[in-house]
């Protein structure tokens, strides 16, 4: 089975650093005011460390849908409003002991964020920004 090729654009953006890559996931966050998650009929999938669970989000559907193969065909891309994120996802993943996965690549990186942390995060960039969440 051959995998379908990853465009370019994308291509360039998943070659970021971890850090660059959350960078670049929180400025399409604040630019365009969603998070993106896949979903399954149990609800959002998760990736397991050895020392954590977490939730991987993606800065759009399109790199979202990049996931969905092999193991992850069943699933779909699913965007959460930052209004919802910010008044529901974090404390719900806070409270649930489970970390977010920020913008994986193909091979599973990306760097771990606790929920206190990566709204931390986003607040100081949309500040920097001057962007009212």
Not at 70 to 79: L, R
Not at 86 to 100: C, P, T, Y
Not at 105 to 130: S, T, V
Request: net charge negative; glycine share 2%; charged share 30%.
């Amino acid at each position: 089975m051959s995998e379908s090729p990853v465009p370019s654009h994308l291509n360039d953006v998943l070659k970021l650093s971890d850090e660059s890559r959350v960078e670049y996931l929180f400025n399409e966050i604040l630019k365009h005011r969603k998070i993106w998650i896949l979903t399954d009929e149990h609800g959002c999938v998760m990736l397991n460390t050895d020392d954590e669970d977490c939730i991987p989000v993606w800065p759009s559907q399109e790199t979202a849908e990049l996931w969905i193969n092999q193991d992850w065909k069943h699933c779909t891309a699913e965007s959460i409003s930052l209004n919802k994120w910010l008044s529901r996802w974090s404390i719900g993943l806070e409270d649930d002991e489970l970390a977010i996965v920020v913008f994986p690549d193909l091979i599973n990186q990306g760097m771990i964020l606790y929920p206190a942390e990566f709204e931390h995060e986003l607040r100081n960039k949309a500040k920097k920004l001057k962007v009212k969440l």
